[in-house]
């Protein structure tokens, strides 16, 4: 930790606002292509909710446990090579419906066992087939429901991947759910149980981001961004106005916009509600390329790039969501 009087004496080239999975990671690519990087977090330590905490001997993660492996060729790009293993399918349970009440079914058992009939487990196998090859981008407007509603006739089959689905995303409202986000993460595949939990993530890069010379200043909470790169101020909760080029936010969409000074318009606000479900569809698409740019309407421009999450620019202001 610097004192508060250095670090808003200079004026910094990007602050990136969060130091969870996304800031830390980001500040460690920006330090490296040798720019002054200011990393603020509002918690006590990095980590955000990748973090995770001893309890009773044993390291609980608080949020995350599954790393998806797509994931790993960007963490080892900034020099973090996680280790761990891949849960078996075998261990998975689902429950079936029984008059004396609920009842743990392995995996296995459930497919091959009299649970389900042949069809129902013909058009299981066919669904998981056919969703390796489904072009997600034409789903993106699709709820999950209504999705699954046209591939499975069996209310029993879609519940058993709607099972599947509330795991790998952890959301229940399949009404609500983009099909074609849901459908890119499940083709995303095989996820890696993280040894150690999240923490040894959190650490590593935090080791990378200071030997990078990033300056990571817990405690600190923004309140405001104001101004137009490259003349920006953010502004924190005990009032300390910190210089920068550029500001990055790794918060949601709502939480970044909340902080512009001044707010944004409402026909700009709905704007940006928009690009954020354009965000959700690029997220997935990135995971499959390693770095993406896309022009969306003249003046703003997007660039992606798997756990960089994503940044906007436009005249006014820069962001990251
Ligand atoms: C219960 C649970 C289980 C999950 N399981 C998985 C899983 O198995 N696999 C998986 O890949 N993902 C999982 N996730 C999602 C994963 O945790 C997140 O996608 C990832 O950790 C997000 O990282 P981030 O850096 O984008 O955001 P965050 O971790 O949310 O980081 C944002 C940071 O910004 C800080 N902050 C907020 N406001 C301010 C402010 N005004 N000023 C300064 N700092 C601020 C916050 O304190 C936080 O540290 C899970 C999430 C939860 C909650």
Redo the contacts with the bound molecule.
Sequence with gaps: MQKMSNISEMKWDVII???????LTASVYLARAGRKVLL????EE?????ASKNIADAWVNL??????KSACGILQEVGVTPTGATPKPNSLLVYKKTKGGDVALPLFQFLLGSFLKWSEKTQLIRFYAQMQKEDTSILQNISLQKYLETRLPSPRVRNAVLALVRTST?CSAPDLLSAGAVIAQLQNGQVLYVDGGWRTLVEALKEQALAAGVTIQCG???RTIAGSEPEMIVSLKDGTLLKTHYVLS??GPK?SLA?LDPALQPEEAAMFERLAWIWLWLKCQSLKQPSLWVPIIPGISLIIRPSL?LVITRNKWSCML
């Design positions: 606002i969060g130091a969870g999975i996304a800031g603020l977090e509002r918690a990095p980590g955000g909710r990748a949020g995350p446990h599954a790393l998806y952890y600190c909470s923004a790794t918060l939480e902080l999450n």
